[in-house]
């Protein structure tokens, strides 16, 4: 079960304070910067790891690369 940080819509706000961060996340879109904050891995690590060149990437390739990233360090996944 994975919970703790996920993508909000944007304009939703997250964390608390004066220096509340707005998500860069849309419909369409996943800033991968946005994505850097959320996770704690530094944008170029994002990029190299999932072979993305772009600042940007649509959520379905992020699923498909996070997918492809996941069985390849750590092999078939189970799906029960």
């Known amino acids: 079960m994975v919970?703790?940080?996920?993508?909000?819509p944007l304009g939703r706000r997250i964390g608390s304070?004066?220096?509340q961060m707005q998500?860069?996340?849309s419909?369409?879109?996943v800033d991968l910067n946005s994505l850097s904050q959320?996770?704690?891995f530094?944008?170029?690590f994002i990029k190299k790891e999932l072979v993305v060149d772009q600042e940007k990437i649509s959520v379905e390739d992020l699923r498909s690369k996070v997918a492809?990233?996941?069985n390849s360090t750590l092999g078939e996944?189970?799906?029960?």
């Open 3 to 8: 919970t703790g940080n996920v993508a909000r």
């Open 42 to 44: 530094p944008v170029d």
């Open 23 to 25: 998500d860069q996340v």
């Open 38 to 40: 959320l996770t704690g």
């Open 68 to 70: 492809h990233f996941l």
């Open 17 to 19: 304070g004066p220096n």
């Open 27 to 29: 419909v369409d879109n």
């Open 77 to 80: 996944l189970p799906t029960n």
